[in-house]
Structures are given as structure tokens and as C-alpha cells.
């Protein structure tokens, strides 16, 4: 079974600027922490993150954009949450 992460899409800055709100005052909306958001948006910057989000993460971030563009949360998560296979961890070596 192929694991899978959850990422954000590379649409997601503009879809939020989209609504008038700053990628700060969104993760305020959302409960999510801006350097959250940040490390999910530029995860080359973060090189000790493994990458992705939890399905909870993703779920407070969609259903802030929900509320914020008046659409089903259903829909916001299709919009903004990308599934992406896991990248295999490197093996110990000994």
C-alpha cells in the first residue's frame, strides 16, 4: 500500500488572496500557525519537516476557507489539499 501526504496546493496563495485575507490573518482564521503554513508552502526551507500535514490540519484549513468563501467544505479541501505519494524514508545505514 502506497502511503500518501497531504500538501497544499500551489493555487492556495492566491485562492486566500483571493478572499482579501493575508496568508497571516488566514492562519488566524484557521487556528493554524503561520509557520505552519509556511513550511507547508516552502518545504525547502524547512529541511527537518518530513513534508505534508496531518488530516486534521488540512480539514481546520479547509473548512476556514469554507466559511471565508461561502463554499462546501468538501469542495475547499478539493481546492486547496493535494494527496501526493509519500517519499520512502532513507534506510539507517550501519
Known sequence: MTR???HLSERFPDLVAR????????ARQS?????TI?????PELHPGRRGGMQRRTA?????????I??????????LLIVA???????????
Open 84 to 94: 501526493r505519494p509519500a517519499e520512502p524514508s532513507p534506510k539507517p545505514s550501519l
Open 59 to 67: 480539514w481546520r484549513i479547509a473548512q476556514a476557507y469554507a466559511t
Open 19 to 26: 478572499t482579501g485575507y493575508s496568508q497571516r490573518a488566514f
Open 69 to 78: 468563501a461561502r463554499i462546501e467544505p468538501e469542495a475547499a479541501f478539493r
Open 38 to 42: 509556511m513550511g507547508l508552502l516552502h
Open 4 to 6: 500518501t501526504r497531504l
Open 31 to 35: 487556528g493554524v500557525s503561520f509557520s
